[in-house]
Nanobody, 121 residues
Framework: QVQLVESGGGLAQPGGSLRLSCAAS????????MAWYRQPPGKQREKVAT???????NYADSVKGRFTISRDNAKNTVYLQLNSLKPEDTAVYYC???????????????WGQGTQVTVSS
């Protein structure tokens, strides 16, 4: 059973920064393409960023230029650096392995508990 543990969320002011971490069991990160998703209150979960095993990254338009996804295979951890935060970034953030099928990414396995990010003054 793959375990994903997200951490690093909290309360930030608009314009502030946070760094999220996702620690996975086994060699999940090393063996998979990974992604961060988020679920704003009352809305559906949406994909924020992906990073391939080769280190290629891709971002949702809403976070491009502000968020950075990275990975440390040796630590089996994926990170999401959140800069220039906006109130609309408020959400629960999740990481998960993903696979691409017909040019679309699909989450694989079970979701972790996520980490809450709240952006407010």
């Amino acid at each position: 059973q793959v375990q994903l543990v997200e951490s690093g969320g909290g309360l930030a002011q608009p314009g502030g920064s946070l760094r999220l971490s996702c620690a996975a069991s086994g060699s999940v990160v090393r063996r998979n393409d990974m992604a961060w998703y988020r679920q704003p209150p009352g809305k559906q979960r949406e994909k924020v960023a992906t990073i391939t095993r080769g280190g290629n990254s891709n971002y949702a338009d809403s976070v491009k230029g502000r968020f950075t996804i990275s990975r440390d295979n040796a630590k089996n951890t994926v990170y999401l650096q959140l800069n220039s935060l906006k109130p609309e970034d408020t959400a629960v953030y999740y990481c998960i392995p993903v696979v691409m099928y017909r040019d679309k990414w699909y989450p694989q396995g079970s979701w972790g508990q996520g980490t809450q990010v709240t952006v407010s003054s």
